[in-house]
């Protein structure tokens, strides 16, 4: 039963307290996009073996939705931010490419050249 | 014969007898025996019959890993199968009774199973032999099956369980699981660091294993140190210790449940029977020790066999000998201790056969040196089968089961190695490594399950990682300690080298069959999993069909899926397949560990929540007086909503009828309190509301109200209600009954994780509002009566008080608003008060209506009014499949409004099929009321050989109006087909003849609630 620690009123929830929401940093597609692009908006869904970004809502606490960024492998939490972001903040994204050096995630990844040099 | 000695038995107290039954026949124990040791003292060598074949099956082990003694314990309301003979302490008057034998556990017709059978009930025989031909199956096969397999009967479903249950949240440090000298050491260190320290400890005393065998630590006797050291944990605020409580599972991010048995020992004791611990440590040590493997020889599962280690826990914890002439197997010196322990005890030690042509070391020049013969590179080739071991035939290892010896003995000790109980280190994810020497898997602690912050917290200690001898185990146990203590951000103190008896064995030699190369005979008698009936030559046969993974062999074959989870049988299969797959035995590897260790009880895992506090039960203000006024209740969601109120004399049918025709007729009050009402208010309010809905919320004038309906982002319907107008900013919104929470959900999830900057509050107001619908020819005469006689200014005139408007004031003395609103096509008011207002509002409507006939409605009368007009109902008429435009509702679309949930997926090609199935009405010709959910048959067949079908009802009444049957549903191109009629053919037989009509059945103009 995973812990995660609510950004907004800073609990550390047990997974019992929260609501799980799907993938996170999705864009909505309505009308005028195309059948391929609402096509993937409502069904397409990444499924890693490693780093993932995820929407949880402390349902059962605060009310308020959040992100996280988790391990689906070993369930290492690397953070939880706010879900009011298109992407995930600079901070987290640091302390994955710490943890996973070389991770990738949709269109995200890690910003590190081979040197290790920041990009 | 097995019996109980004079002396020895540490854990009994001999002043304190203790009577219990077995199969109705009355025995005698001790205070401090198992189930199993006073069944064994008694001689009751036979406990069970086995689970395919019905063979004979006696006691093996001494602790929860025991595979065959399983016993129904209880009656009645207490009576609960499968409970392990060994992990029972007896009570005065405790009742056991063996499983699965008919008609008799001494007379056994299903073992004929054995012999006439087996050769049917080989790996996977469910899926060969019991497939053709194929009505066998149902009438032949499945009876035979279920009668002659399975275990314990389950409890009676119409008794309840007599006993409570609870659940216990805990945090600590470091949490130790096993309270043997491994787990004490560990807990020892750790709480030295003064971190929070809980120890748990399956069995009702501590050190485990050792005091049997004794040794010394710290120069004390190794059950003196326990004494001392359980005392000095004790003693110590920070150490909390508890026994009768297992280890059931490690989780995800440190929890672990813990599975307390309080008061099982003694059932008259008051408090729960069972406490759930559901931990949250930092850090974990798992101290659970080591089991014994069983060597596969033929005839290993005859009653009298058993474990060499647990025959001599049964001679120094009990007091009991389980043979008087006793042949002991091994690969291992181990098992030498047993041979001494049962020689001091008294018994003839007839033969020790060690497979190893070298043979042991020091115990075995000891157990030689008092005359015993020991045969090395020998094996046991057969125990002759029967209800308990009468002969031992004798052979070399190295051959095919040939040159036998026959010795007479009654009883067999076997050792094929220890094995670390590695289950909870592996459940989260921990990983093990081969360890050749002692032929057993080990937990790698550089692979150890990882938590949130991706470090390790669980560490294992003492013979649960691996080393076996009483030195190393206390060494790798205070490690462990210190390693946690260190996790947890601790300095533990570092006792040093912990000092202990020594005793230097041999190497054991790994043993996977006796003798190695046994042949079919044999092997078609070799039980690897005692519990689910699974031999050598099962295993084998699996490889040989192509079972290469573990995984699907254990499925094939049920190898290690039974109760006790492959404990004993889980190394022994895998060495049979990685022997007949010709791989290396860590190559093919374990199949997975999973909770519980053991089983626990569904009572344990329901805690507290059962009965009235299940869950939580929603009432309305009114709900009492519903209770009084014979209220028919029904579930809906977590609310109790009246069904029907039944008068004395009625049936709830005709009650049904009476509201139906009395709401019409004169005057119906329906308690509509459960409705969502949900306040959305902001700057940004109309805009968020125009997406919520599929029509224009944000141009509804103040003061009106309009019926909205929503859908999800792919288009499917799923909730509808009316909107109403409060003032420049604020809407409120009705949902459905069971849509409130999780629409206010939604407009929380959109407004926080899509639209973040539309400045909009949405909050649920449905708990604070009673509402009452008044509904019928009478509606406003009753509210002006109380306007008139109780004061209140709020005019209900068609005039002042339009049909979908609404308004606030005072009604006879109640804070109301009320809503012109109708569901049910007569006049109708729906009016909330503040819920402290609710129950005094109800009655005095009640009073006020007796001279226009107010009766009480239920929720099948709102359904069948609403039915009578044709209104869909979120749930009835939707399914989470249809859209708007399949009920009709094409008006309620918005086309003005460029963007709205739903939309865009109504513009796919699947949406926009002109076969999508359409709402029409349904009259049966003969006016029957149509089965709820029937479908309509059309023509033609589909690929299974099925009529096709061309629609389905959705909602289906009695109309007491009407004085017929009505009913709505989806019919294929529906609305294009008026007058015709079409066949439902219902689940009794008949065939429902039904004409497609329109969907309105009453009033079709109207007229009646514009008045």
Redesign the interface.
């Known amino acids: 039963?995973?812990?995660l620690e609510c950004p907004y009123c800073g609990v550390k929830a047990e997974?019992s307290e929260l609501s799980a929401?799907g993938e996170a940093h999705l864009t909505?597609?309505?009308?005028?996009?195309s059948?391929d692009e609402?096509h993937d908006y409502?069904f397409v869904r990444e499924n890693p073996k490693g780093v993932h970004f995820e929407?949880w809502?402390h349902?059962n606490g605060c009310?308020?939705?959040f992100h996280a960024a988790r391990?689906t492998m070993?369930?290492?939490?690397f953070g939880t931010y706010s879900?009011?972001t298109t992407e995930p903040p600079q901070e987290i994204k640091d302390v994955i490419t710490a943890?996973r050096p070389g991770w990738s995630w949709r269109n995200v990844s890690d910003e590190t050249n081979t040197e290790g040099q920041r990009t | 014969m097995s019996t109980r000695l004079a002396t020895r038995g540490r854990l009994i107290d001999r002043s304190k007898p203790i009577e219990f039954t077995f199969n109705g026949t009355s025995l005698r124990g001790f205070e401090g025996d198992t189930l199993a040791s006073a069944l064994l003292a008694n001689d009751q060598m036979l406990v069970g019959r086995s689970f395919k074949y019905h063979r004979p099956r006696g006691i093996v082990a001494a602790g929860s890993e025991e595979p065959n003694a399983l016993v129904g314990l209880g009656s009645n309301r207490r009576y609960e199968p499968n409970q392990r003979a060994t992990t029972t302490e007896i009570f005065e008057g405790l009742t056991a009774t063996s499983q699965n034998h008919w008609p008799s556990l001494e007379f056994d017709v299903g073992e004929i199973n054995s012999k006439l059978f087996s050769r049917f009930l080989s790996a996977g025989f469910y899926y060969k032999m019991f497939m053709h031909p194929k009505p066998f199956w149902k009438h032949v096969y499945e009876p035979f099956i279920r009668h002659s397999a399975g275990l314990g009967k389950a409890p009676d479903k119409e008794l309840q369980d007599a006993d409570t249950y609870e659940h216990f949240y805990f945090y600590c440090d470091v949490l130790i699981v096993g309270g043997g000298v491994a787990g004490l050491q560990a807990a020892k260190t750790a709480a030295s660091s003064g971190a929070k320290v809980l120890l748990i400890e399956e069995k009702n005393y501590w050190g485990g294993r050792t005091p049997v065998d004794g040794g010394t630590i710290e120069g004390d006797d190794a059950q003196d140190w326990v004494t001392k050291t359980v005392a000095e944990l004790e003693a110590m605020e920070n150490v909390i210790l508890r026994s009768r409580c297992m280890g059931a599972g490690v989780y995800d991010h440190g929890y672990i449940l813990g599975y307390e048995r309080l008061t099982d020992h003694a059932p008259d004791m008051a408090g729960p029977r069972h406490r759930l611990w559901r931990i949250r440590a930092t850090q974990t040590i798992t101290a659970t020790g080591a089991i014994e493997r069983p060597l596969s020889f033929a005839g290993n599962d005859v009653p009298g066999v058993m474990l060499a280690g647990s025959m001599r826990d049964y001679i120094a914890n009990w007091g009991v000998l389980p043979g008087q002439r006793v042949v002991v197997a091994t690969n291992n010196d181990d098992a030498y201790r047993t041979a001494l322990a049962l020689h001091h005890a008294g018994a003839d030690v007839v033969r020790v056969v060690d497979a190893r042509e070298e043979g042991g070391g020091k115990l075995a020049e000891e157990v030689r040196g008092l005359g015993i013969r020991i045969d090395n590179g020998r094996a046991i080739a057969k125990v002759k089968d029967g209800k308990r071991v009468t002969k031992v035939a004798i052979c070399p290892q190295n051959g095919t089961g040939g040159a036998r010896e026959e010795i007479a003995a009654d009883a067999v000790a076997m050792s094929g190695g220890w094995s670390p109980v590695v289950h909870l280190w592996s459940h989260c994810g921990g990983k093990l490594t081969w360890d050749a020497e002692q032929a057993h898997f080990k937990p790698d602690p550089l692979r150890a399950p990882t938590g949130a912050d991706g470090k390790a917290f669980v560490v294992t200690a003492g013979s649960s990682s691996g080393p076996m001898d009483l030195k190393s185990v206390m060494a790798n146990a205070a490690k462990a300690g210190i390693n946690a203590t260190q996790a947890v951000g601790r300095t533990a103190v570092d006792a040093g080298e912990i000092k202990t008896s020594v005793i230097s064995e041999a190497p054991m030699l790994p043993v996977w069959l006796m003798p190695a190369n046994a042949d079919i005979e044999l092997r078609m008698k070799t039980w690897l999993d005692y519990q689910n009936d699974v031999k050598v030559s099962d295993v084998q046969l699996a490889a040989q069909e192509g079972y290469e993974s573990v995984e699907h062999t254990k499925r094939y074959t049920t190898l290690g899926m039974a109760t006790d989870q492959g404990k004993l049988s889980n190394i022994n299969g895998l060495a049979i397949l990685a022997d007949s797959l010709g791989a290396e035995i860590p190559q093919v590897g374990t199949t997975t560990f999973r909770p519980p260790y053991h089983p626990i009880s569904m009572g344990a895992i329901g805690g507290e929540a059962r009965g009235e506090i299940f869950q939580p039960l929603r009432k309305t203000p009114m709900y009492a007086w519903h209770d009084d006024n014979g209220a028919d209740w029904e579930p809906v969601g977590h609310w109790r909503r009246p069904y029907a109120y039944v008068q004395d004399g009625e049936t709830v049918d005709q009650a049904v009828n009476r509201e139906v025709k009395n709401t019409r007729e004169n005057l119906g009050l329906l308690d509509a309190s459960t409705l969502g009402k949900l306040i959305v208010k902001g700057p940004d309010a109309g805009k968020f509301l125009d997406m919520l809905y599929t029509n224009m919320m944000s141009t509804l004038k103040i003061g009106k109200c309009r019926y909205g309906l929503m859908c999800s982002e792919n288009g499917f319907l799923s909730d509808d209600g009316v909107v109403a107008r409060i003032d420049e900013d604020t809407w409120l919104c009705h949902t459905t009954t069971g849509g409130a929470d999780h629409i206010h959900a939604q407009m929380e999830e959109w407004l926080q994780t899509e639209w973040w900057d539309w400045k909009v509050y949405v909050t649920n107001a449905t708990e604070q509002l009673a509402q009452v619908a008044v509904v019928g020819p009478n509606a406003r005469k009753v509210l002006e009566k109380l306007n008139a006689t109780a004061g209140g200014g709020l005019d209900l005139s068609a005039e002042a008080l339009g049909f979908m408007e609404w308004a606030d004031g005072k009604i006879g003395g109640f804070d109301a608003r009320a809503y012109r609103i109708s569901f049910s096509g007569e006049l109708s008011y729906e009016i909330a008060v503040p819920a402290s207002q609710g129950l005094a509002f109800w009655e005095a409507l009640v009073e006020a209506g007796q001279e226009f006939g107010a009766m009480p409605y239920g929720t099948e009368c709102l359904h069948i009014l609403r039915a009578e007009k044709g209104f869909i109902m979120i749930g009835d008429e939707t399914d989470g499949t249809v859209i708007p435009q399949d009920l009709g509702l094409h008006w309620a679309l918005s086309k003005k409004k460029t963007d709205y949930l739903g939309k865009r997926a109504h513009s796919r090609s699947h949406m926009a099929d002109p076969d999508r199935w359409k709402l029409v009405g349904l009259e049966t010709l003969d006016g029957a009321v149509l089965p709820d959910g029937a479908y309509a048959v059309g023509e033609g067949v589909n690929a299974n050989g099925q009529q096709n079908t061309i629609g389905r009802v959705t909602s289906t009444y009695y109309s007491a109006n009407l004085e017929r049957g009505i009913a709505m549903g989806l019919v294929k191109h529906g609305p294009d087909r008026m007058g015709e009629v079409i066949d439902f053919p219902g689940l009794d037989g008949k065939i429902y003849q039904a004409k497609i009509v329109d969907p309105v059945f009453y009033d079709k103009e109207g007229e009646k609630q514009n008045v």
Do not use: H, N, Y
């Not at chain 1, 909505?28 to 996009?33: A, I, L, N």
């Not at chain 1, 070993?74 to 939490?77: I, M, Y």
């Open positions: 039963m995973l812990i997974e929401g909505r597609f309505g009308p005028g996009s059948d609402f409502l929407r809502r349902a009310g308020k939705w391990c070993t369930l290492e939490v879900a009011q943890k």
